[in-house]
């Protein structure tokens, strides 16, 4: 139910045309090709010892960055807005909306998990990137 609940949440977005939702829509399609492809060119760059070639994969992989950061609000906004509906629907007691709260709030750290792992793995290939030019 609470996946249902959050997913319902992102349709309020999309009703209200949340901004962020908007912005986030819009990067989706470079962020997937920035995840694909970003290790592959990065990891050639290395190979063939082309620094140029790992700054463009680096580059993109910070469209990838971009979009987790970006992401962030989305969702826990839209457990929030879950929240709201599930309790004005009267689909949740107020004694049940603070597990759910739990609950939806626990789902959207998986996404802060995400976008920690993101920013560390950028923070690395820049320093690799960095020692492997001296």
Known sequence: MHAVA???GHALQEATRYPLLVLRN???PLASVGSNLSW?????GFFLHLFGLIMIGIAAFTVTVIFQLVNLPVEFDASRRA???LVDGGLVTSEEDAVVRKVLNAAALTYVAATVTAILTLVYF???YGSSRD
């Open 6 to 8: 959050h997913e319902c």
């Open 26 to 28: 819009g990067l989706v």
């Open 40 to 44: 592959i060119i990065i990891m050639a």
């Open 83 to 85: 929240r709201i509906a």
């Open 126 to 128: 820049l320093l690799r």
